[in-house]
């Protein structure tokens, strides 16, 4: 069963636009929640994670996300898209029970920013 | 630490052909993930080990696919025989523990022809 869903496989912003990637999880222990980046031909890069403590939780390049228990989301932020921003982004989750450490990752949502 | 390092990083080969995929997790790591990309099904798991140990991998595809972990250094994803459908890109992916960042290398484009 799915335990990561992204709504929208695409997403496209003008630079300077506010950019929100959407994640919701599945999950039936409090999980760990993680956004991925990849740029082409390369692996996917941390941008942020959620474990435990602070909802709202700061990556890198300016991302944010928050962790809202009772929507079962995890949606990526950023107020100010830049054109280096372009790729592809992964939500994931892990920890979905007490026993499970395997890391699940959504279908992907690429963004692109025009200029 | 170089990072995780998979080898080769393209290969393309004859369908029937046995083909071997290679992973150096990063030292200290003891989980270590294969992931199978395409453009239809996304980033998948195909398995994970534990120290070594296969935990779970009720995402290998079928039979022709296998994993091994020899080691806390190295490990295997063998598919024998290849079939064009499995050309993809496979990364290997290591952490020291649940929750923690998950490294990835820079994974093999399979070419199945």
């Known amino acids: 069963a799915q335990s990561v869903t992204q709504l929208g496989s695409h997403v496209s912003v003008s630079e300077g636009a506010l950019v929100l990637l959407r994640c919701n999880y599945s999950?039936?222990?409090?999980?760990?929640l993680f956004w991925y980046v990849q740029y082409p031909n390369q692996g996917l890069q941390l941008l942020l994670k959620?474990?435990?403590?602070?909802?709202l939780v700061k990556g890198i390049n300016g991302f944010e996300a928050e962790f809202k228990k009772s929507e079962t989301s995890f949606h990526l932020t950023k107020p100010s898209a830049h054109m280096s921003d372009a790729a592809e982004y992964f939500c994931?989750?892990?920890?979905?029970?007490?026993?499970?450490?395997?890391?699940?990752f959504g279908t992907g949502t690429r963004l692109q920013v025009f200029p | 630490d170089a990072g995780v390092i998979q080898s080769p990083r393209h290969e393309v080969t004859e369908m029937g052909q046995e083909v071997t995929l290679r992973c150096k997790p990063i030292s200290g790591h003891d989980y270590l993930f294969w992931y199978r990309q395409t453009m239809m099904r996304g980033l998948e798991l195909l398995i994970y080990f534990n120290n070594n140990v296969p935990i779970d991998d009720s995402g290998m595809p079928e039979d022709r696919f296998s994993a091994k972990m020899p080691n806390a250094s190295f490990s295997t994803l063998k598919i024998q025989p290849s079939e064009p459908r499995d050309s993809a890109v496979y990364f290997c992916?290591?952490?020291?523990?649940?929750?923690?960042?998950?490294?990835f290398g820079q994974g093999t484009r399979l070419t199945v022809v």
């Open positions: 999950s039936s222990v409090p999980p760990y």
């Open positions: 992916a290591s952490n020291d523990r649940g929750g923690t960042e998950a490294f």
């Open positions: 994931a989750v892990s920890r979905t029970t007490y026993n499970t450490d395997k890391l699940i």
């Open positions: 959620y474990t435990t403590g602070a909802t």
